[in-house]
């Protein structure tokens, strides 16, 4: 029974833990990006980087998939215009408004685990 609670507790826990990381490496990337790049680009950075983060946690169990790695990094990549191209510091940007531009790009890096997923799977299994 005791067991069983403390299991209840870190299920509980680590999603919290998971979204102040998130948080956290987004600040960071964010600070470093603000020094190299124009402000407005660090933002997106930032914003992508939280993109990529999830889309990675939510396939989490196919880390050990060499493959999982290109396509995050291929994911990565096209959110590249969103990050130089996008008005991420504009006034009338407001973070609901910033969602409308991460939402795609999350679904872009996860859209890349999804297709290599099912084209490696696909050829390494016996027909």
């Known amino acids: 029974m005791?067991?069983?609670?403390?299991?209840?507790?870190?299920?509980?826990?680590?999603?919290?833990s998971f979204m102040v990381l998130i948080f956290l490496?987004?600040?960071?990337?964010?600070?470093?990006?603000k020094q190299h790049t124009s402000s407005n680009a660090a933002w997106g950075?930032?914003?992508?980087?939280?993109?990529?983060?999830?889309?990675a946690k939510t396939r989490w169990e196919l880390k050990g998939k060499w493959w999982f790695w290109i396509a995050l990094c291929i994911g990565s990549a096209l959110q590249l215009p969103l990050v130089f191209l996008m008005p991420w510091s504009n006034q009338y940007l407001t973070g609901i408004g910033a969602m409308a531009f991460v939402i795609p790009g999350f679904l872009m890096a996860y859209g890349c685990i999804y297709i290599a997923e099912?084209?490696?799977?696909n050829s390494s299994s016996p027909k």
């Not at 299920?11 to 919290?16: E, H, I, N, R, T």
């Not at 099912?118 to 799977?121: A, D, L, P």
């Open 2 to 16: 005791a067991s069983q609670e403390k299991n209840q507790e870190k299920k509980d826990l680590y999603p919290f």
């Open 45 to 55: 950075i930032g914003a992508c980087t939280v993109a990529l983060m999830v889309a």
């Open 118 to 121: 099912k084209f490696f799977e």
């Open 25 to 33: 490496v987004a600040v960071i990337i964010s600070s470093i990006a």
